[in-house]
């Protein structure tokens, strides 16, 4: 663990953002791409309908999936501090608990996404003609669920090694062997939905082996060891408390989708729900590096945290934020300029062309300055500091942008749901930069 310690406490605060964050934005593009692609195929291949069920069900497998990257978040905050403050046996007790708690919690909730499904999907939109495809593409992806788990649990608890490369690479090998199932079972294979959905289970398979390989080989630091298994109060209590914080995101999100699709449904049509589609998976590719920068964060904050090094935390967050920001910006200017031509690689549908270009511009609006909010939540995450980590997570997706979806369509229709993504982001980012104000002139000076 020396050189960890000698990485994360001593070197140039923007050299190592860059080691850890470039591996995270790529790894997350391409697992974002890996999404896209589903999207693209199925509505060039299958139509306008397969991607609104996959709108559909996808935040369904990512609420379940979300357990693992609770306990990956919450348990790679605590490995973090503990490897700074170099006790490497809370560290390895905790990546233990961290494997036993994925494994008993993912194989639950399949269990309860199976019995439950047809009632899971009517709540999260699946109405009218989009109700059989989305249950044929959820009759199988359910199934690569708890391999997509195990991946979001391990994915950060690499970062905390110091190991970037390794989780980057987690990342890559499921998109890449989606994009060749894909093209197999639906284009040539002709199995349509069930095609689709048994390509993306393969590949998340493909991503939690990945991943399992890393630690039981000699690349990894922490080891996979029996005792471990066995779960510590203490430990699991602190994981619960950090992890929920991702777990309670994913779960607003959720939320979020059920009332989105619902406002779209009710003030539009399945074409709507098929707008938002294209638009999230957008969302989802462009906020990669942004993403990507706040996962980069976390290891090099977290640590300098453990071993007291404040001014090395502060010019982490301020450097953060400031890439972040310059990052943002430049997404917004490249969407502002293509907006159409990126609706072109998704369909060809008429309706959807005329629709999604205005409604996408409006929802990416506020893109420059969201870094700052992301910054904010990680932060706490970090620190260990539960309540206000938790409270700044659920700021855009719970408190602000659910209400607003809801609210804003009963005046404004459709229109409603997409000027409500701006106004949340703006009022999130406003409230966050007090609170971390506060937390450094308090906590870090």
Avoid at 73 to 86: C, E, F, H, K, V
Avoid at 229 to 238: G, P, S, Y
Avoid at 246 to 269: E, K, W
């Amino acid at each position: 663990m020396n050189k960890l310690a000698n990485e994360l406490g001593t070197e140039k605060i923007s050299k190592l953002l860059l080691k850890q964050a470039v591996p995270a934005t790529i790894g997350i593009l391409v697992m974002s791409l890996n999404m896209i692609v589903d999207t693209i195929f199925v509505g060039q291949w299958i139509g306008v309908l397969a991607i609104a069920a996959i709108t559909v069900v996808l935040p369904i497998a990512f609420l379940i999936s979300s357990i693992g990257m609770g306990i990956g978040i919450g348990g790679s905050s605590i490995i973090s501090r503990a490897l700074g403050a170099n006790n490497t046996e809370k560290a390895f007790l905790t990546f233990g608990n961290q494997i036993c708690l994925t494994v008993i919690l993912a194989i639950l909730f399949v269990v309860l996404g199976n019995v439950f499904s047809i009632p899971i999907l009517d709540l999260f939109g699946a109405k009218g003609e989009i109700l059989p495809i989305a249950s044929e593409y959820f009759s199988v992806i359910i199934y690569g669920v708890p391999f997509l788990a195990f991946a979001m649990m391990g994915n950060p608890t690499i970062r905390a090694e110091g190991k970037p490369k390794f989780a980057m690479y987690a990342m890559m090998v499921p998109a890449v062997l989606n994009v060749v199932l894909d093209i197999l079972f639906i284009k040539y294979f002709n199995w349509g939905m069930w095609g689709a959905g048994l390509a993306t289970s393969l590949s998340y398979a493909s991503c939690g082996l990945y991943i399992l390989y890393f630690f039981i080989s000699s690349k990894s630091e922490l080891k996979i060891i029996p005792k471990n298994f066995k779960l510590n109060f203490d430990i699991v209590k602190e994981i619960a408390q950090l992890g929920s914080i991702s777990i309670v995101r994913q779960g607003a999100v959720s939320v979020l989708m059920i009332v989105l699709n619902y406002s779209l449904f009710t003030y539009g049509d399945e074409i709507s729900i098929a707008v938002f589609g294209i638009i999230n998976r957008v969302m989802m590719f462009a906020f990669s590096p942004i993403l990507g920068v706040s996962q980069g964060f976390l290891p090099v904050a977290g640590f300098n945290i453990g071993a007291e090094k404040n001014e090395r935390v502060k010019e982490t967050i301020k450097k953060s934020i400031y890439f972040g920001s310059i990052i943002g910006t430049i997404i917004f200017i490249a969407v502002a300029i293509f907006k159409e031509q990126i609706i072109w690689i998704f369909t060809d549908d008429a309706t959807l062309l005329d629709k999604t270009p205005s409604a996408m511009l409006i929802v990416f609006l506020v893109t420059p300055v969201v870094a700052m909010q992301l910054i904010g939540s990680a932060y706490f995450q970090a620190a260990g500091k539960a309540m206000p980590a938790l409270f700044l997570t659920l700021l855009k997706q719970g408190i602000s942008l659910i209400p607003l979806a809801y609210i804003l369509p009963k005046y404004y229709g459709v229109l409603g749901v997409w000027w409500s993504f701006p106004i949340a982001d703006l009022l999130s980012t406003i409230i966050t930069v007090i609170v971390l104000k506060r937390e450094i002139d308090k906590n870090l000076q």
